[in-house]
């Protein structure tokens, strides 16, 4: 395996840090096979089509495999080297019947008073502004963010915080354009929000957490998957 690298030192100025090609085009492939089988399962179960399967590693192997796949263990030990574990993930698909944007929002409004986290977005797509690609604002973790219910109808019941009170520089923004297979790694802190998905091409993406391994805080019972790895 070649080292794959991260600047820490830029990780922590901005909040984020962008890997290029940890997962090769046939991987994306398997993966995006298996959240298809995943999310098809669900919807002939319940009938609904929702833009949001919680929960991939708990459902299946591969995706469990992923948790901890060395190329991704690699930057995340860089990053949190007083030891990582596994939370939970998401799949978030955007596509012709999702074109919705992902409001702007930090992630930590969805687990308050719990231990950091940070989160890996990696898409199966290659993400575009124009397919829907995740958008940053950088250095925005070095502040606090005030949040508001959003119009959940309008993102399919999918995200219910929003950062109306944009407080940034718009030079901040930064639209991560990424090929499939490379990943954001960010931290729970910075604010982020998705590009709309205009031309309703796919745009799957699988969005991983972790933070530094501690007893269970009752927020964490709710993710069977979850498991320490360093
Ligand atoms: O993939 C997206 O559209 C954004 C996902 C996101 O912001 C989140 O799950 O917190």
């Not at 830029?10 to 840090?17: K, L, N, Q, S, T």
């Not at 991987?27 to 319940?46: G, M, P, V, Y």
């Not at 950091?116 to 502004?129: E, F, H, M, N, R």
């Not at 802190?189 to 031309?199: A, D, F, I, P, W």
């Amino acid at each position: 395996m070649n080292a794959i690298l991260v600047d820490v030192s830029a990780y922590e100025r901005d909040g984020f840090a962008i890997v290029p090609n940890i997962l090769s085009p046939p991987e994306c492939d398997q993966f995006k096979q298996e959240a298809c089988r995943l999310i098809r399962e669900r919807e002939c179960s319940t009938g609904k089509v929702y833009p949001v399967y919680l929960g991939a590693a708990a459902a299946s192997e591969r995706f469990y495999q992923l948790t901890d796949d060395p190329r991704i263990v690699a930057i995340l030990r860089a990053i949190m080297p007083t030891g990582i574990m596994f939370l939970s993930d998401k799949l978030v698909f955007k596509s012709e019947q999702a074109k919705f944007a992902t409001p702007w929002h930090i992630d930590a409004a969805y687990w308050p008073n719990t231990r950091p986290k940070l989160s890996v977005w990696l898409p199966l797509d290659d993400a575009t502004a124009s397919n829907g690609t995740l958008t940053v604002v950088r250095g925005s973790h070095q502040h606090e963010w005030k949040h508001n219910r959003s119009d959940t109808h309008e993102t399919l019941g999918a995200f219910q915080n929003i950062i109306r009170d944009r407080q940034w520089n718009p030079r901040d923004e930064v639209i991560c354009n990424i090929s499939r297979g490379s990943a954001i790694f960010f931290s729970d802190k910075l604010v982020h929000s998705s590009c709309s998905n205009t031309t309703g091409a796919d745009r799957f993406t699988i969005i991983s957490t972790y933070h530094a391994p501690a007893a269970d805080e009752v927020f964490d019972k709710d993710y069977p998957a979850r498991h320490v790895i360093l």
